[in-house]
């Protein structure tokens, strides 16, 4: 089993709608976790972290953190072509500072 | 803020030369710097962890004497592929950590360079 899992995708949404990518972790002692961006030829770009159970908002973006579950997920609403991007989580256990574990990532296609 | 910039964006070389790449974090001290490679439609692979002043902890695989790490400051970190050869091609990208109040003990931030696409002919 992978330390952290995601649907490999291709996750397909039209425009306006709103995507979801899921994210499964094994070790219960992780503390923190990331959402990055990644464009097709480029670097990830951080979106946004989570540490606490709930919901976290920012702009478009909603990070969902349940820990007894052990997952983690990405709201994207309204979603635009140019969210059209592989979406990689990343899993830190806080007593390694700051070594991730990411996953393979999703690709997500916003279809016009 | 949290910039981290890699220079080359891209080299050619020739089989058998060595090729240097830098990694620097521009607006802040960098607590640990890492080195990614990634091929193409593929997923980022971690080749090594590295500490100012301190030996790279190479991940399981990867030659610590083909790619030669040296972290000379908090904002500075260099990869160098020693004797690359066409299978060393491939996208090396880097990050930096940056510690933040809000995640204090929970882990660190990774912020990533632009990346350097390798092609070794």
């Known amino acids: 089993q992978k330390e952290v899992e995601q649907n490999s995708g291709p996750l397909s949404v039209p425009e306006g709608a709103i995507a979801s990518l899921n994210c499964t972790y094994s070790d219960r002692g992780s503390q923190s976790f990331f959402w990055y961006r990644q464009y097709s030829g480029k670097s990830p770009e951080l979106i946004m972290f989570?540490?606490?159970?709930g919901d976290k908002e920012d702009g478009r973006f909603t990070a969902q953190l349940n820990k007894a579950s052990q997952y983690v997920s990405l709201l994207i609403r309204d979603s635009q072509p140019s969210d059209s991007a592989t979406y990689l989580c990343?899993?830190?256990?806080?007593?390694?500072?700051?070594?991730?574990?990411f996953g393979d990532g999703t690709t997500l296609t916003v279809k016009p | 803020g949290a910039v981290v910039s890699q220079h080359p964006s891209w080299v050619i070389c020739k089989s058998g030369t060595s090729v240097k790449i830098e990694c620097r974090s521009l607006?802040?001290?960098?607590?640990?710097m890492f080195w990614y490679r990634q091929f193409p439609k593929q997923s980022l692979m971690l080749m090594a962890t590295s500490n100012e002043g301190s030996k790279a902890t190479y991940e399981q695989g990867v030659e610590k004497d083909k790619f030669l790490i040296n972290h000379a400051s908090l904002t500075l970190s260099t990869l160098t592929v020693t004797s690359a050869h066409p299978e060393d091609s491939s996208f090396y990208i880097c990050?930096?950590?940056?510690?933040?109040?809000?995640?204090?003990?929970?882990?660190?931030?990774?912020?990533f360079g632009p990346g350097t696409r390798l092609l070794v002919l």
């Open positions: 990343a899993v830190n256990m806080g007593t390694n500072a700051g070594k991730s574990t």
């Open positions: 989570i540490y606490s159970n």
């Open positions: 990050s930096a950590t940056q510690r933040s109040g809000e995640l204090l003990g929970r882990g660190e931030t990774q912020y």
């Open positions: 607006d802040f001290q960098a607590t640990t």
